[in-house]
């Protein structure tokens, strides 16, 4: 049976892990910010189709974890040493491309903004992410 507490502090290490607010959680699993709401407080018990969107959207989340602590957080990644015919530039996933060209796209805007101030004028860098997180780089001097 699954224990209700256990199972809020084990979303909490989610949002911890994946620095994640109870409203971000929500948006990028795809569930009204009052269901979130509802469990944390204990008011509802999670029902099966959350779990399988926790599950579905962070990949190292699992099931057995999720519901009953067994197993470990993060999942083991598993190592493939198998040899593989395709290219490089196949192995690298959709979401994968995506986010290195999302990084090389943030690297070009910041080294253009570099190039049209210099240095000494800059105080402060803050890059703000998607899912509610930042980071903030201060001028040393």
């Known amino acids: ?3 209700q ?3 809020i502090n084990r979303l ?3 949002f911890n892990h994946y620095g994640l607010t109870a409203a971000t959680f929500s948006d ?3 569930v009204p910010r009052s269901s979130i709401s509802h469990l944390l407080s204990g008011r509802n018990k999670p029902s099966l189709e959350f779990v399988l969107k ?3 959207t962070y990949k190292e989340v699992s099931m057995e974890w999720l519901l009953y602590g067994k197993e470990s957080f993060p999942k083991a990644k598993h190592v493939d040493t198998s040899v593989s015919t395709k290219p490089k530039s196949d192995l690298f996933s959709d979401v ?3 986010k290195s060209e ?3 796209e943030e690297k070009s805007s910041l080294e253009k903004e570099q190039k049209k101030t210099t240095l000494s004028e800059i105080e402060r860098i803050v890059i703000f992410y998607k899912n509610g ?3 903030e780089y201060l001028d040393k001097d």
């Open 1 to 3: 049976m699954l224990n």
């Open 5 to 7: 507490e256990d199972f």
């Open 54 to 56: 926790i599950v579905d």
């Open 12 to 14: 909490h290490k989610i």
């Open 133 to 135: 997180s930042f980071k």
């Open 102 to 104: 999302e990084l090389v």
């Open 96 to 98: 994968e491309k995506s």
């Open 28 to 30: 990028e699993i795809k």
